[in-house]
């Protein structure tokens, strides 16, 4: 029998607090200083920032930036921030609709998917429990989407594919440059790929 995710997790054997309770003791134990933050907190930094602040705790920021979290730190989530994280996790639709900001022509903005894009979200992050491995798996192992080249799907020249015209694999590189006329850039970039390869 199928499970849902939801229906396999199990409610967490330490509560928030209990982890907060214990954090604070190795804290106070080792004499250390370290800092515990909040969504209030950050805020704050966020401000002291803005206002060009002499003194500023630039930690829980990668390289300074507080648009990025520094990964590691000490967060202390709210009940809400909590029921939403695991709604997030549970639900890869709702996080990508309300948390993932896209590159637009008026900045980074949140996007509202269209229908066939949560199918394909939908599609490759489903999940169903597995009896005999006791965990979630993926729902669909081999998913093929038809898209284009442009959007990521293969980041380098070198990854493999199996063509229904040929038993082993090749590259995708030499696929594409299999049938396309070529330039004279095309073979100077063979020679370069030609030395790449035999790095």
């Known amino acids: 029998m199928k499970m849902s995710r939801m229906d396999a997790m199990s409610p967490p054997s330490t509560t928030l607090a209990d982890l907060q309770n214990s954090i604070t003791q190795d804290v106070e134990k080792k004499g250390s200083a370290t800092t515990i933050y909040s969504t209030n907190k950050i805020n704050e930094i966020i401000d002291s920032i803005a206002s060009g602040a002499p003194k500023v705790d630039y930690k829980p920021f990668y390289k300074k930036n507080p648009e990025l979290r520094s990964p590691n730190i000490l967060f202390e989530m709210t009940e809400w921030e909590s029921a939403e994280f695991d709604r997030c996790m549970l639900d890869a639709n709702y996080f990508t609709e309300n948390y993932a900001k896209f590159k637009t022509d008026y900045g980074y903005r949140l996007v509202e998917l269209r ?9 490759v992050t489903s999940e169903v429990y597995d009896e005999e491995m006791d965990l979630c ?8 989407l038809m898209q284009s080249r442009q959007t990521g799907k293969c980041v380098t020249y070198d990854t ?19 049938f396309r006329k070529k330039t004279f850039l095309d073979k100077v970039r063979d020679v370069l790929m030609w030395f790449y390869k035999r790095l």
């Open 137 to 144: 798996v993926p729902e669909n192992r081999n998913v093929i």
């Open 115 to 123: 229908d066939y894009q949560r199918e394909a979200v939908e599609l």
């Open 160 to 178: 493999k594919v199996m063509p229904l015209w040929d038993d082993g694999d090749q590259e995708i590189g030499d696929i594409y440059h299999k």
